[in-house]
């Protein structure tokens, strides 16, 4: 089946430093992700979508400056949360969609937990 | 934009009962997508329905999505310890463009069974 991987799983920062999160299709090429947040006891809130090639397109309220996505391959998007503050701590969650498939062929990582000292 | 209303928000029951959680879309569904997940895990894909009246079923969880399209419901029988976990629906977003495949979903519906 597919298989989306992320790393790290967990990371533990020092408030003002940056930390990059991979999202990475492992057996299948995938031209979309997409990257949501998790807060605890609630539901996904989707952050944004990442297109291998093309800029990433941010959701309302989603600040592009601070959560930097750059889709470099058709099996690996990063996420980088640039100068973390406390309130950026929280679950990162990113899904692949296999090229050519539509919703029903997404994918998610088993999540990554960033904590911001 | 569309909102999915899940309910109830928390759920817990014997081991052995069954159980039903509702998903409720302020819009047409043109895709409902059931998910599990456990808590500090990813989501897994458990059941997805796009027609008016299909009812699908896997092992001891069914979904059903109503005629008017407009609310799902996740049916599990005789539960077990392992059915445990926050359960999420889910909705594609209808456009094209850097719409297609977007998901937006419910707040989830959290299911402890005890043994």
Not at chain 1, 86 to 113: N, V
Request: charged fraction near 20%; aromatic fraction near 8%.
């Amino acid at each position: 089946g597919a298989v989306v991987s992320q790393h790290p799983s967990r990371v533990i920062c020092k408030s003002g430093t940056s930390v990059k999160i991979e999202c990475r299709s492992l057996d299948f090429q995938a031209t979309t992700m997409f990257w949501y947040r998790q807060f605890p006891k609630k539901s996904l809130m989707l952050m944004a979508t990442s297109n291998e090639g093309s800029k990433a397109t941010y959701e309302q309220g989603v600040e592009k400056d601070k959560f930097l996505i750059n889709h470099a391959s058709l099996t690996l998007s990063t996420l980088t949360v640039t100068s973390a503050h406390p309130e950026d701590s929280s679950f990162y969650i990113c899904s692949a969609r296999r090229r050519g498939g539509g919703p029903d062929t997404q994918y998610f990582g088993p999540g990554t937990r960033l904590t911001v000292l | 934009s569309q909102e999915l209303e899940q309910s109830p928000q928390s759920l817990i029951v014997q081991e052995g009962k069954n159980l039903t959680i509702n998903c409720t879309s302020s819009k047409t569904l043109y895709g409902l997508y059931w998910y599990k997940q456990k808590y500090g895990e990813g989501l897994i894909f458990l059941m997805m329905l796009q027609k008016g009246g299909e009812e699908k079923s896997h092992e001891k969880i069914t979904a059903k999505l109503d005629e008017k399209k407009q609310q799902s419901s996740l049916h599990i029988t005789a539960s077990q310890p392992s059915h445990a976990g926050i359960y999420l629906c889910g909705a594609a977003v209808r456009g094209g463009g850097t719409s297609y495949g977007k998901l937006t979903f419910g707040q989830g519906t959290i299911l402890t069974v005890h043994p």
